[in-house]
C-alpha cells in the first residue's frame, strides 16, 4: 500500500498491486501502438518506428509515420484510455458492474447530436463539436431527472435506461429524415470508427486526459467510501452530493469528447473497468488501470479492424462490440454459475 499527500490534507491510498497492473497495462499501450504505427501497406519495423518518434529516419518513414498513422494511433489512445476512466467512475457510482455511458444515454446523447448535424449539413469537424454537446446535453438531462438526491445507483441507471430508450428513438427519426448518402455516412459513424482521424480530433480528447484524471484521482478516496452506501460515506465525512456531481461531470465530459473524435465505440467503457477490477483484486474505481487497459484494447481492436478481413477495413466499433458482448455473455454466465 502506498498513500501518497494530496493538496487539503486529503491521502490518496494506491494498491502496489493496482499500480502494478496499471504499469503494465501503459506498456501493453506503448507496445501495441509502436506495432501499430509499422503496420500497414508500408510496413515499418518497431526500431525504425523509435528512430523516427526520436527525430530521424527517412523522409518517407516520418512522413508515413507522423502524417498518416500517428493521428490515428494519438485518437486511439486518447478515445480508448477516456472511454476506460470514464467507465470506471460510471461503474463506481451506480455500484452496478452494468453502468456504463452505453446504458445510461450519454452515449446516444453523442449520437443524436451528431445526427443533428447530418440532417442540417455540416462539417466532420461539425459533427464531432456536436456529438460532444450532445453528449454533455444527455448528462445534464440524466442528472435532472434523477434529481438532487436522486443520483444513487440504482436510480441512476433505471433514469438512463429511459433517456437511453427516448434518444434511440430521437435517432431513429432523424435518419429516416437525412438524404441517403448523409444517412449511409451517419450509420457508419454511429458504428465508431477511426479511419480519416487527424490531431483536430484528438487534440480535444487529449486536453481532457490533460486535466480531468487529476481531478477524478483527487476524488477516489471518496468514490471508494461512496460504493459502501451513501450514508455510511456521509457519515465518514463525505460529501456525497458534491462528489458525485463533480465524478460524473467529468465522466460525462470523457465520454462526449471520445464520442465526439470517433463516434460511439460500443462496451469498451463497460469492459476495461471489469478486467482492471479483476486483475487488481483492489475496491475502488481503479481508475488509472481502466485508463491504461481501455487505450490497449482500442489500439488492438482497431488493428483487428485494420487487418483481420483481407482488402477491407472495419469499423472499429464492430469489432469493440463483437468482443465486448461476447465478454459480457461470458461474464454473466459465469456469475451466474458462481452463484450456483
Sequence with gaps: MIVLRL??????????????????GTLLAA?????????GDYPISPAEVLRVLAGGGTPAERFVVTELRLPRLA????????LGLAGAVFQSLTRNPLGSPDILGVTQGAATGALVVVVLGGSSIALGAAAAAGGLASGALLAALAGPRGLTGHRLVLVGIGVTAILTGV??????????TDAARAALWLTGSLDGRGWANALPVL??????????????????????????????GVPVRRVRLAALGAAVLLVSLAAGAAGPVSFLALAAPHLA????????????PAAALGAALLVAADQVAQHAVGGHQLPVGVVTGVLGGGYLAWLLASERGSRR
Design 7 to 24: 493538496p487539503g490534507g486529503l491521502s490518496l491510498r494506491l494498491h502496489t498491486r493496482a499500480l502494478v497492473v496499471g504499469g503494465a
Design 75 to 82: 485518437t486511439a489512445l486518447a478515445v480508448g484510455a477516456a
Design 31 to 39: 507496445s501495441l501502438a509502436v506495432l501499430a504505427v509499422g503496420a
Design 171 to 180: 435517432n431513429g427519426w432523424l435518419l429516416t429524415r437525412a438524404p441517403l
Design 277 to 288: 477490477r479483476r486483475l487488481t483484486r483492489a475496491p475502488g474505481p481503479n481508475l488509472l
Design 207 to 236: 486536453a481532457a486526459l490533460a486535466v480531468l484524471p487529476a481531478v477524478l484521482l483527487a476524488r477516489a478516496p471518496a468514490l471508494r467510501l461512496i460504493e459502501l452506501g451513501d450514508d455510511t460515506a456521509a457519515a465518514l
